[in-house]
């Protein structure tokens, strides 16, 4: 039996179920097992996949797929629209493990979401036969595409003993000690050329230590990872890197009673952090990087704004500072992170230097304990962290920023950006789409719901001298271990 060993820097939770995804090692993880209609290619680009083609409505309204019904659940229960239509109402009605349900920033705008929680079902998800689906949208959603990709709007069905299925190459056994076994689904037909996968946490200080011991093939979403030459082809440690996949964000807690519910005070962060540190680099162990950036669209993006414009916006902080470094004194500042420590001690330091206070209480915590913070208790006044999105079309930042947005915190709801991104989901006109989201870009660094940093670029290690890959390029929607194969 061929078996592939690999590398996770952090704990991805458990009810590894479709429905209550809300993090990126759970995303990973369960693309491996569940499928969705269609998955993002490159450079943004759909793609087929539990759908084998589609056809869409000329005002952005009606989605209709055609369902691949050869594929089969690990169980052999061949694939239909009406699972899922199934799949998705079950997974709204679920209390969700964020603050928004996993599937709340596609569902809330199909015909018939108002009434869901009395009806129990979605007049606008229309099963015609078994191999033909229909969503029906009450208003134009242009980006509803990328939106379906992504494990969270997976088909899946239930076994007798409960466990939760899917189409894809494997089948998830879950370990108490933080490990995974992944069997291939005896009714996969597509490509996988390992029997077995095991999966284990792996505090990323360790990745290259485990890597070259040969403890485990493959480290992924390494981007916090440090690997002396894995860009240079000098060892048996290779590097896969792929597309910039995640914002860098300090996230502020800005509710009532805490220190940045003040306009003012997140403002003067944001000036205060970008007069510090433009001149600098992010800490050498996140390998592939960005350099800084306030904006929240990547420079190849719609949306961006002139970046004089956009340091004008930031420099407005610039009166508040010296007000803002005083109310730390008497209300010194709790920041977390996980995974990573270097990054905190990069950003607190210089500030500290500045005479911003922290809280004894900041420091590294287990992710877990993070996504509690940003979905539950809001018990920090910044999140230091990473935000992953969709990196093709603009709307992909209302995941983050939208009042329905997946992973979407209280902690930072503000109603321009938010009131902005509603409207922007309707826009049709391409010409209309840059200049539209600029007003989005304007409205963030204006109201400041995070200090954004950067991007991270998705990053995967890997023994040359082991394992390869099947294609050159890497787009961080794509976490397939199929996509990996012995020498």
């Excluded at 929240?296 to 340091?311: K, T, V, Y």
Aim: glycine share 6%; aromatic share 10%; net charge positive.
């Amino acid at each position: 039996m061929i078996t592939l060993k690999v590398g996770f820097p952090e704990y991805w939770g458990k009810n590894m179920s479709p429905s209550l995804q809300h993090t990126i090692y759970a995303d990973a993880l369960m693309g491996n097992q569940f499928e969705a209609l269609v998955s993002i290619g490159p450079s943004g680009s759909i793609k087929p996949l539990a759908a084998k083609s589609w056809t869409v409505s000329d005002d952005k309204k009606s989605y209709t797929f055609k369902i691949d019904t050869e594929r089969k659940f690990s169980n052999g229960m061949p694939l239909t629209a009406q699972v899922f239509k199934d799949s998705w109402e079950y997974g709204l009605s679920l209390p969700p493990k964020s603050a928004n349900s996993s599937l709340q920033d596609i569902l809330y705008r199909v015909v018939g979401y108002e009434d869901f929680k009395a009806s129990g079902t979605l007049k606008g998800l229309q099963v015609i036969d078994k191999e033909t689906f229909v969503v029906e949208f009450k208003e134009s959603f242009r980006a509803a595409l990328t939106n379906l990709a992504g494990s969270r709007m997976a088909a899946f069905v239930k076994s007798n003993e409960g466990r939760v299925l899917g189409t894809g190459p494997y089948v998830i056994e879950e370990d108490d000690n933080r490990k995974l076994n992944l069997k291939l689904n005896p009714h996969w037909s597509g490509p996988a050329d390992f029997e077995k996968v095991q999966v284990e946490v792996i505090n990323p200080s360790e990745a290259e230590q485990s890597l070259e011991s040969g403890r485990i093939d493959v480290y992924t979403l390494a981007e916090h990872a440090k690997f002396a030459n894995c860009l240079d082809g000098k060892t048996n440690v290779g590097c896969f890197s792929g597309n910039e996949s995640r914002h860098i964000a300090m996230v502020l807690n800005s509710k009532p009673t805490r220190l940045f519910e003040k306009l003012e005070h997140r403002l003067a962060l944001q000036a205060l952090f970008y007069e510090l540190f433009s001149d600098t680099n992010m800490p050498k162990n996140m390998k592939l990087r960005t350099v800084l950036d306030p904006q929240i669209f990547l420079p190849l993006q719609a949306g961006r704004i002139d970046e004089r414009a956009a340091m004008e916006f930031v420099r407005k902080g610039t009166p508040f500072i010296e007000d803002f470094v005083k109310a730390t004194k008497k209300r010194p500042i709790k920041i977390i992170t996980a995974t990573n420590d270097n990054l905190i001690k990069w950003v607190t330091t210089k500030l500290s230097e500045k005479g911003v206070n922290f809280s004894e209480e900041s420091g590294v915590i287990p992710m877990k304990d993070l996504a509690k913070t940003y979905y539950k208790s809001f018990d920090t006044d910044i999140s230091l962290m990473t935000l992953s999105v969709a990196s093709g079309d603009p709307d992909g930042i209302y995941h983050v920023l939208g009042a329905n947005g997946s992973i979407a915190s209280p902690m930072m709801f503000k109603k321009s950006s938010s009131k902005f991104l509603e409207e922007g989901r309707t826009v049709l006109d391409l010409e209309k789409i840059d200049p539209f989201y600029q007003k989005v870009t304007e409205a963030a660094l204006a109201e400041v719901p995070f200090v954004h940093i950067g991007y991270l670029k998705t990053l995967m290690a890997y023994r040359k001298d082991r394992v390869k890959l099947k294609k050159a390029y890497k787009q961080r929607e794509d976490y397939r271990f199929s996509e990996i194969s012995p020498l």
